[in-house]
């Protein structure tokens, strides 16, 4: 009898083709993670004004823990013996997040900010149901990503609701 290393649950043989559909979700999850801290690190920088601060503090704080959600992506594609994917198969997607066209312009990034978790909520949802039954190790991680990407738009649309109290947005 051959040595058998991954027979149990989404490692095995007859579930490689719904292993392969999680590889390519998560690799999705992984992009979006990557495009996430490039879009923060600008917006952490870009803004203006004694208003921003409190953004730019905020922002990076969240470029951390977004590289570290890259990070866990990144290493669950791979315990699926899937390839983490290389920077050529990187497409941007986050126009909501580009430099607005004046630096003191926060409800933009504010807007951008809610934008981008809500995109990751919703994907990392869509995450959880594919694994229920099917991976449990990975529906963990994600529920606990999940988790992070909730506080995180929780905490701007406070800040949005500051600027709409105020008539700014
Ligand atoms: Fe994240
Ligand atoms: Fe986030």
């Given at each position: 009898?051959?040595?058998?290393?991954?027979?149990?649950?989404?490692?095995?043989?007859?579930?490689?083709?719904?292993?392969?559909?999680?590889?390519?979700?998560?690799?999705?999850?992984?992009?979006?993670?990557?495009?996430?801290?490039?879009?923060?690190?600008?917006?952490?920088?870009?803004?203006?004004?004694?208003?921003?601060?409190e953004?730019?503090?905020?922002?990076?704080?969240?470029?951390?823990?977004?590289?570290?959600?890259?990070?866990?992506?990144a290493?669950?594609?791979?315990?699926?013996?899937?390839?983490?994917?290389?920077?050529?198969?990187?497409?941007?997607?986050?126009?909501?997040?580009?430099?607005?066209?004046?630096?003191?312009?926060?409800?933009?990034?504010?807007?951008?900010?809610?934008?981008?978790?809500?995109?990751?909520?919703?994907?990392?949802?869509?995450?959880?149901?594919?694994?229920?039954?099917?991976?449990?190790?990975?529906?963990?991680?994600?529920?606990?990503?999940?988790?992070?990407?909730?506080?995180?738009?929780?905490?701007?649309?406070?800040?949005?609701?500051?600027?709409e109290?105020?008539?700014?947005?």
């Amino acid at each position: 009898m051959p040595v058998r290393n991954a027979a149990e649950g989404i490692l095995s043989d007859e579930k490689s083709a719904q292993r392969q559909e999680l590889i390519e979700l998560l690799q999705r999850a992984y992009w979006m993670e990557i495009e996430t801290v490039m879009s923060y690190i600008a917006n952490s920088i870009n803004p203006d004004g004694v208003r921003a601060q409190e953004i730019i503090e905020s922002l990076e704080g969240d470029i951390q823990e977004e590289l570290g959600h890259a990070q866990q992506f990144a290493k669950r594609i791979k315990e699926l013996y899937g390839v983490v994917p290389g920077s050529l198969e990187f497409t941007a997607e986050q126009s909501y997040l580009q430099p607005p066209e004046h630096q003191t312009d926060i409800v933009h990034v504010i807007k951008g900010v809610i934008e981008a978790e809500t995109g990751a909520i919703e994907h990392y949802n869509r995450i959880i149901e594919f694994t229920d039954g099917l991976d449990y190790v990975t529906q963990d991680m994600v529920i606990e990503i999940l988790h992070d990407e909730e506080g995180h738009r929780r905490l701007f649309e406070g800040y949005l609701r500051e600027y709409e109290t105020e008539g700014l947005a």
